[in-house]
């Protein structure tokens, strides 16, 4: 069991009917265009306040496949709640992603079927990966009828809502229910099988009708310093911390290097494992930090220190154990966003553990596998998640940008709607936008 308890606190019956009742249940209203899934918050509220919790989940899954999840993990802040007609200095918005929780959580804790598959068209559609994005597509894929099979590298789905995301923010259980819901309509599992290792990508676009890339993305890439083998990969520190609750040999002084919500994870899941002081390095200012900012406060609360313009250089081992990191300072260069090294600007911080979370490696591999366009391992699509081949699809991390912020569950979520709609088209034969 991971120490420390959950950061989002429950509501009682009391306090959720006071906030459902709270709602002004807006006409066009502005959370509803806010939420990348657009899920009718002020219906969902609306059934909330008249007693139909299933029928509150029913709306809110219905929009969004991973509505649990991002009822804990998405950055309500800048979306649903940030939209609020509420919030205004004189007041608070609606508590949406609570009471979006109180939803999905009970139809989760009362075993309660929302969806049923559709009747069988005899179609099938291989998904590579069973993440956000996968399950998305998957589970429309079922509604409609057509067969799926779901091939994913890990023994368990559910991606990194499963293993990447600390679990005092969004617990395996709730990840691994998600994912239920989904085999629950009749998929196929292939789990603990990657493509293009264990199984050829050519042969899925010869044995299905079509097929979706919606792997995600790698490991972190490498740093390029002196001394990076002693380097901790944070997805997989994260991924270890999660499954087991521990994590041996992490000592108490740590380093992580990067800024964006994963090296958050990072910093905050290291300081709940008992290290003392746990420091992020970043080669930019605050201002160019990716990670969201209310990520960024609850790093703070934890007791996080920050250290920014500074940029790694070398891994400082004694024997077989790190005893720092030795980093430049740097600056902007006058008028650009490049940076540059202060030269003679060296110097060392004494660590026990380092933990890189700079981003993620592009699946390069597998794309090219399935002979289709992208650029640099970002895969292109159109509008509807089609990618250069035809019968192939894609959502997901796979398209996401580079440079970009870093993406949402609720995005995934989404592309994966749009992929399944585009590929229904697609096996009823249009050739036009669906």
């Not at 069991?1 to 502005?30: T, W």
């Not at 250089?313 to 990191?325: D, I, K, P, S």
């Not at 004494?350 to 399935?370: K, M």
Request: proline letters at 4%; one cysteine or more; charged letters at 25%.
């Amino acid at each position: 069991m991971f120490p420390g308890k959950p950061i989002q606190k429950a509501l009682s019956h009391l306090e959720v009917s006071i906030e459902a009742n709270r709602c002004l249940y807006c006409y066009d209203a502005p959370c509803t265009r806010a939420c990348p899934t657009h899920i009718d918050i002020p219906a969902f509220i609306a059934k909330i306040a008249d007693g139909n919790i299933k029928g509150s989940a029913r709306t809110i899954l219905e929009a969004n496949p991973m509505g649990a999840s991002c009822a804990r993990v998405c950055p309500v802040e800048e979306l649903c709640e940030g939209a609020c007609v509420y919030n205004t200095e004189s007041d608070t918005p609606i508590r949406i992603g609570d009471l979006q929780r109180y939803s999905t959580d009970h139809v989760r804790e009362h075993g309660i079927a929302i969806f049923a598959a559709g009747p069988e068209t005899g179609k099938r559609v291989a998904v590579i990966g069973g993440g956000p994005a996968g399950l998305s597509v998957a589970r429309d894929l079922r509604r409609c009828g057509h067969g799926v099979t779901i091939f994913e590298a890990h023994e368990r789905l559910g991606g990194l809502n499963t293993y990447g995301i600390v679990p005092f923010r969004l617990s395996s259980e709730v990840a691994l229910w998600e994912a239920q819901q989904v085999l629950d309509l009749g998929c196929e599992v292939r789990s603990g099988v990657r493509v293009g290792d264990d199984v050829a990508a050519e042969s899925l676009v010869k044995d299905f009708d079509a097929v979706v890339l919606a792997c995600g993305m790698g490991g972190v890439p490498r740093l390029g310093i002196p001394g990076e083998e002693h380097v901790w990969d944070s997805i997989e520190f994260i991924e270890r911390a999660k499954t087991t609750g521990t994590a041996p040999g992490l000592g108490n002084r740590v380093a992580v290097i990067g800024a964006g919500n994963t090296a958050i994870d990072a910093l905050t899941c290291a300081k709940r494992l008992g290290a003392a002081c746990v420091t992020m390095y970043y080669r930019r200012g605050e201002a160019q930090m990716t990670a969201y900012e209310f990520e960024y406060d609850f790093a703070k609360e934890e007791g996080i220190e920050f250290r920014f313009f500074c940029a790694p250089t070398r891994v400082v081992v004694e024997g077989a154990n790190v005893t720092g990191l030795e980093l430049v300072r740097t600056s902007l260069v006058a008028g650009t966003d490049k940076l540059e090294s202060i030269a003679g600007s060296e110097f060392i911080e004494p660590c026990d553990t380092i933990i890189s979370a700079i981003g993620q490696s592009r699946l390069i591999t597998a794309i090219e596998a399935l002979g289709i366009a992208h650029d640099g391992g970002v895969v292109r699509v159109d509008d509807d998640m089609r990618t250069s081949r035809a019968g192939v699809f894609a959502a997901g991390d796979a398209i996401f940008e580079k440079g970009a912020r870093e993406a949402m569950v609720v995005e995934a979520a989404e592309q994966g709607k749009i992929a399944a709609r585009s590929i229904d088209g697609y096996l009823h034969g249009s050739t036009s936008s669906p």
